[in-house]
């Protein structure tokens, strides 16, 4: 079974000490968090169904083109 996570992390996005928490606590229990690359909501989709299953987090990850693709072309990406 998975590890109970940290009082402060719940489900849905986590962010701000939650995620620190999280991260140090993958850390001392010796587990990694994989962070997928989606670049459709059906890849979305796929990984928190899958993270839901296993009961486990997962990262949703995006690089500077995937997420321009995603939100649309009107995104501005030349200044990060």
């Known amino acids: 079974t998975f ?3 940290p009082e402060s992390v719940h489900p849905g996005v986590v962010s701000g000490q939650a995620l620190v928490d999280l991260l140090q606590h993958a850390k001392e ?3 990694a968090i994989p962070a997928v690359n989606c670049v459709s909501s059906s890849s979305i989709n796929a990984c928190i ?3 839901r299953k296993m009961d486990a987090p997962v990262m ?3 690089s500077s ?3 321009q ?3 649309g072309k009107g995104l501005d ?3 990060f």
């Open 3 to 5: 590890p109970k996570m």
């Open 29 to 31: 229990n010796g587990y």
């Open 49 to 51: 169904e899958a993270a």
């Open 60 to 62: 949703i990850q995006f």
């Open 65 to 67: 083109g995937g997420s």
């Open 69 to 71: 693709f995603y939100a």
């Open 77 to 79: 990406n030349t200044e």
